[in-house]
């Protein structure tokens, strides 16, 4: 755009009102932009744009080509090309990336510079599409040119285009929904482009929070806007109920059900995908779930005394009741007892043995009953399992007491060593039955019962999980149930195979949201346990990485937000809903609309990190943010040289001042 058309643009807006009147006051048009032609692009748009794709592509495949040559790793390729190996092979696999992303790339050639150069491409085509995002935002084409060319000059933004991730094809998602939900509040509702952009802008979600976790964000900051929207579009009195009805119904069922299928799709071609188990990774999930992986589970009908078993807490990630031949260095100082992630120990067998001491070989491979007493001894060391009035290692509430193992092969027991079984799922005095009965363990000598939390244990209870005795315990931390049981006597014994029975699309929809579950909380609690990274959330607004115009660029990506935030912060503390309505320009409307919708989107991109259960965080993580950030500036820039021709001769100085200091 010349600078000609820029001073008629600026004129026009002078004149130009956005309102129109009503019969009692003054309203906005639900088409405003559409009748105005505040958005519409060119050939030149479109040229520009693959300018845009094929010149990045070829200046950093220029610059940084040493870097897309190496077939060793770079360290933040790891997690990627670990997930598509376990893929290609079918085998089972916990990643803190989202399926779509893994599918996506492993349909590329095992070659690590082209996928190196698949990540280019979509990070050049981010830019791309954020220009015409951008232009169909109302922003002038120089300055969506130089929004774009900022953020491509960034160091951090570089560097993940130039690396095998699936980074890049996030940004390239944000920007398409940017660009879809500009192209479909441009348009007149109800029309065929309209309802077009809708379409486009589901699938784009969809695809977003297939390929990792943040993409859940901009699917909430669609939500956000389309209840503004809404809100703007009920202001047109032109419009009748039933329209209005329609619109919300039509918006709602797409932006829901289109975006929930291509995820719940991409993540069951995921899971039918894998026909090979991985140990490493199954132990972390449930009996239900390796039964899946591994085929039927064959176990008992029913427990019997005497039978060797192994013990998993229901909520937590392996959770395998354990113990080991090292002490507390607190409390009893008896020997530890805790959760352990680790499936195949031997130190994770107990033997169940009756109440009774001397009536222990009578009641070899008699079923065990909701509400029998049991006592449990550790098959290695033979200690039986206790709690004492002793404070756990951690934990120090009032109500906590510990859990140890005590005495030996000899030791009978009093009543600490004592627990009553409680079947949570079954009815009362019903058989206990391995994989099938969930349980708890109430102590006999003490009122409490056995729980475990995600706390762990210091650097001498080898980092696993705290097991303690706590009276009026939360429910859901009280539940166990016997994952193996193997009788004394196997001669005679009934035995059933254990697999989902539910019907088959009811066992997909608990395989699925076991595997979020659980890849949820093994990114946090097992995988980046005890990580921290240098870089902290609260600091990625100010990373000061690269030459000062990459550290200007980088900061007014946050700087600006927050001021346009404060900005509409006091426009709403002197609003008077009883007041006539305050006329409009063009200029000030844009400015208020996609202002608004960036900052928040910078916000609800930024703000999940800190609340991030773990703390190895890259800064990497905020450029979404950064990327909405930077099109707050390009709009504010925009909107202020509108009002004045100077502001863009301020800009181009200081930004001059910048590079060649």
Wanted: aromatic share 14%; proline share 5%.
């Amino acid at each position: 755009m010349s600078q000609e058309d820029l001073s008629k643009e600026k004129s026009a807006d002078k004149e130009d009102s956005v309102f129109l009147q009503g019969p009692q006051r003054k309203y906005l048009a639900a088409d405003t932009l559409w009748k105005h032609r505040v958005g519409s692009l060119s050939y030149w748009d479109v040229l520009l744009t693959i300018a845009i794709i094929v010149g990045y592509a070829a200046i950093i495949l220029k610059q940084k080509f040493v870097s897309f040559v190496p077939e060793s790793l770079y360290e933040d390729e790891s997690d990627l090309w670990e997930a598509m190996e376990y893929y290609r092979q079918g085998k089972f696999h916990l990643s803190p990336l989202g399926a779509l992303g893994i599918q996506l790339y492993s349909l590329i050639p095992r070659c690590k510079p082209l996928i190196r150069m698949v990540s280019l491409a979509f990070a050049s085509a981010t830019l791309g599409i954020l220009y015409l995002g951008e232009r169909r935002a109302g922003i002038s084409r120089i300055l969506s040119l130089a929004s774009v060319s900022g953020i491509g000059y960034l160091p951090l933004f570089q560097l993940q285009a130039s690396q095998m991730c699936v980074e890049p094809l996030q940004w390239f998602f944000l920007s398409l929904v940017f660009y879809f939900w500009q192209s479909f509040t441009y348009y007149p509702q109800f029309g065929f482009r309209w309802t077009f952009h809708l379409i486009l802008l589901s699938v784009s979600l969809g695809l977003s929070v297939s390929t990792k976790n943040l993409g859940f964000a901009t699917w909430a900051w669609i939500c956000a806007l389309a209840l503004l929207q809404f809100w703007n579009t009920i202001g047109d009195v032109k419009l009748s109920t039933c329209f209005v009805a329609k619109y919300a119904i039509f918006q709602v069922l797409l932006l829901t059900i289109i975006p929930t299928t291509i995820f719940v799709t991409s993540n069951t071609l995921m899971l039918s995908h894998w026909t090979q188990d991985s140990p490493e990774f199954s132990r972390f999930m449930s009996s239900n779930f390796k039964s899946f992986l591994r085929g039927p589970i064959e176990q008992p009908v029913g427990l019997n005394y005497g039978s060797v078993v192994t013990l998993r807490h229901l909520e937590s990630l392996g959770g395998y009741l354990h113990s080991h031949n090292y002490t507390y260095e607190t409390g009893s100082f008896e020997q530890q007892v805790t959760l352990t992630q680790e499936e195949n120990d031997f130190d994770n067998e107990w033997i169940v043995e009756y109440k009774f001491p001397d009536e222990d070989k009578v009641m070899i491979n008699k079923k065990i009953h909701d509400g029998d007493e049991i006592r449990l001894r550790h098959r290695t060391t033979g200690k039986l399992l206790r709690a004492s009035q002793a404070k756990p290692p951690v934990s120090s509430e009032e109500y906590d007491m510990e859990i140890s193992g005590t005495g030996d092969w000899s030791y009978p027991g009093d009543s600490d060593e004592l627990w009553k079984i409680r079947i949570v799922n079954g009815p009362r005095h019903s058989i206990v039955k391995p994989l099938k009965s969930i349980i708890k363990l109430q102590n006999d000598g003490h009122p409490c019962e056995l729980i475990s939390h995600d706390i762990r244990l210091p650097n001498w209870g080898f980092n696993q999980q705290e097991v303690l005795c706590v009276d009026e315990a939360a429910e859901s931390r009280t539940h166990f149930y016997f994952e193996t049981a193997e009788p004394v006597i196997p001669g005679g014994e009934e035995y059933e195979s254990f697999y989902c029975e539910k019907g088959q699309l009811r066992c997909t929809a608990d395989l699925l949201i076991e595997l979020w579950q659980r890849q949820f909380k093994y990114n946090y609690y097992e995988k980046n346990n005890q990580l921290i990274s240098p870089y902290v959330p609260e600091t990625w607004p100010f990373n000061l990485l690269g030459d000062n115009l990459s550290i200007s660029i980088w900061i007014w990506g946050a700087v600006f937000p927050v001021v346009f935030a404060i900005y509409q912060a006091l426009k709403l503390f002197n609003w008077n809903p009883y007041g006539p309505v305050a006329d409009a320009t063009l200029n000030s409307l844009l400015l208020d609309k996609v202002g608004t919708e960036c900052t928040l989107g910078w916000f609800i991109h930024y703000n999940p990190f800190f609340r991030s259960p773990h703390l190895n965080l890259d800064v990497t993580l905020y450029i979404p943010a950064l990327l909405l950030g930077q099109i707050v500036v390009a709009q504010v820039i925009n909107a202020l040289y509108k009002w004045n021709q100077w502001t863009l001769a301020v800009l181009v100085a200081y930004c001059a001042v910048v590079f060649y200091t």
